[in-house]
């Protein structure tokens, strides 16, 4: 975890050092945007640092505004496709996260369809609600 080099060859690694292909649509000095290799849908776009990062909290704070801009500038290009999209961040294995190189999804959406699956919610509780908030670190109103 963290930011030192991983033990075993970093898939993202490989594309950011160009020994790997990829459909690289959006480059700078520090940040690549291309194609995921198993698009959820058409313009899935990945925007990964070219620094080898595990997670967003051990990115450098002086490199968030340029890897911001370039989520805005990969955001821009899905528009060429459609106004309608979704941006994910998965962190760490329960979250979905099996390549563990910081990246954002941009996915393109062009139907209807709940993007984040089919898991049933219910509202949640006053008791629930009291408990996790406390838990968070607040409450700072209700
Ligand atoms: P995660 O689940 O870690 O958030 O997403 C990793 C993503 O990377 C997956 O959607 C997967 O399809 C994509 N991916 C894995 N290996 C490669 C690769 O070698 N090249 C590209 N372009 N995408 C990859
Ligand atoms: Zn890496």
Do not use: W
């Not at 620094?51 to 821009?76: I, N």
Request: charged share 20%; aromatic share 8%.
């Amino acid at each position: 975890m963290g930011s030192a080099a991983p033990a075993a060859p970093c898939v993202f690694c490989e594309i950011a050092a160009g020994r790997s292909p990829a459909y690289v649509v959006y480059e700078d000095a520090n940040t690549l945007a291309f194609l995921d290799i198993f698009p959820f849908t058409r313009g899935h776009l990945l925007v990964v640092p070219k620094r080898h990062v595990d997670r967003l909290v051990d990115l450098p704070s002086t490199e968030h505004a340029g890897y911001l801009g370039a989520l805005a500038q990969a955001c821009r290009q899905v528009e060429r496709l459609t106004k309608d999209y979704n941006i994910g961040l998965n962190q760490g294995r329960l979250a979905g996260q099996i390549v563990f190189h910081l990246h954002f999804h941009v996915i393109p959406r062009y139907d209807a369809g709940n993007p984040f699956g089919t898991l049933p919610r219910t509202r949640i509780g006053e008791a629930d609600a009291a408990a996790v908030v406390r838990d968070l670190g607040g409450p700072i109103r209700r």
